[in-house]
């Protein structure tokens, strides 16, 4: 299994392959409803892009989901709705985020996935859940420890 633990608001995974993370994002997939917006935290490579495709796959999106490092933001049409996945890595200051209008994206039917939330501190509205996502040193090179958390 690859659900470790459960408690109250948080659900703990742990990852021993890309295989198993996309299945870890289908079964994340499945605990999210529209609207929603999630922040993704872990260092760089530690597999948030990675996750996030595997979501927006769960979701039935069939197209190729690439990385919005450059554009900052990339859409996903799905049937729920549209799926906003963010990278704010190249963010230089909070306030750059204006530029995006991610406010004009939020409707009832937008679900928002967002790598380096910090990098806009100030500027997002509030995650209802958080993904955390690190890469322990002490392991193989594919394990991962990954972690839904529910925000109260
Ligand atoms: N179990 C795993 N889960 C996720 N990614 C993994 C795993 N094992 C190895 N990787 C590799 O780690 C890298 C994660 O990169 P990426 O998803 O772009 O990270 P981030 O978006 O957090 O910077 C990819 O090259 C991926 O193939
Ligand atoms: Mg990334």
């Known amino acids: 299994m ?12 742990s990852s021993r392959s890309l ?20 922040y993704l935290h872990g260092d760089m490579g ?3 892009t990675t996750l996030t495709k595997s979501i927006i796959q769960a ?3 069939e197209g190729a989901v690439t990385s919005p490092t450059y554009n900052l933001v990339q859409e996903y049409p799905v049937d729920q709705g549209i799926i906003y996945h963010m990278d704010l890595y ?3 200051d909070p306030s750059e985020i204006e530029f995006l209008a991610v406010d004009d994206m939020w409707s009832e039917r937008s679900l928002f996935l ?3 939330p910090a990098r806009a501190a100030g ?4 995650a209802d859940c958080e993904i955390f996502i690190s890469k322990a040193s002490d392991k193989p090179q594919d394990t991962r420890d990954i972690t839904l958390k529910l925000s109260s």
């Open 19 to 38: 295989e198993q993370t996309n299945d870890i994002g289908q079964q994340i997939a499945r605990q999210l409803v529209f609207p929603s917006c999630v």
């Open 59 to 61: 979701f039935g999106y």
């Open 123 to 126: 500027y997002l509205q509030k």
């Open 46 to 48: 530690a597999g948030k």
């Open 2 to 13: 690859l659900k470790v633990e459960t408690q109250a608001e948080s659900s703990f995974f």
């Open 114 to 116: 967002i790598e380096w």
């Open 90 to 92: 190249r963010l230089e």
